[in-house]
């Protein structure tokens, strides 16, 4: 399984982005799989953000709940991350994950740094 995070920049506090997560892989069916949004801040372990189900239910950190809107898209393969107020805190290195049987599968991460 291949994941791939984007999106990631710099945004002043307030402010909002979009993360998106394309996965791929010979025998993978992203549709049939929860898809699962992570982050590290430097120093800190990595945290678990939210995750999406094949039912698209949703949940969430208590940090991010009201702020962070997890989506995906079936057809093409994609997992969004839609954080909105974002505040200083958040900074911090955000991947996407996905759980097959006993193995947690990465993407390479995107970089989110919020700051005035």
């Known amino acids: 399984v291949q994941l791939q995070a984007s999106g990631g920049g710099l945004v002043q506090p307030g402010g909002s982005l979009r993360l998106s997560c394309a996965a791929s892989g010979s025998g993978f069916i992203f549709r049939f799989n929860a898809m699962d949004w992570y982050r590290q801040a430097p120093g800190n372990e990595r945290e678990f953000v939210g995750t999406i189900d094949t039912s698209h239910k949703t949940t969430y950190a208590n940090s991010v709940k009201g702020r962070f809107t997890i989506s995906r898209d079936n057809a093409a393969n994609t997992m969004y991350l839609q954080m909105n107020s974002l505040q200083v805190e958040d900074t911090a290195v955000y991947y996407c994950?996905?759980?097959?049987?006993?193995?947690?599968?990465w993407g390479q991460g995107t970089q989110v740094t919020v700051s005035s």
């Open positions: 994950s996905v759980r097959l049987g006993y193995t947690n599968y």
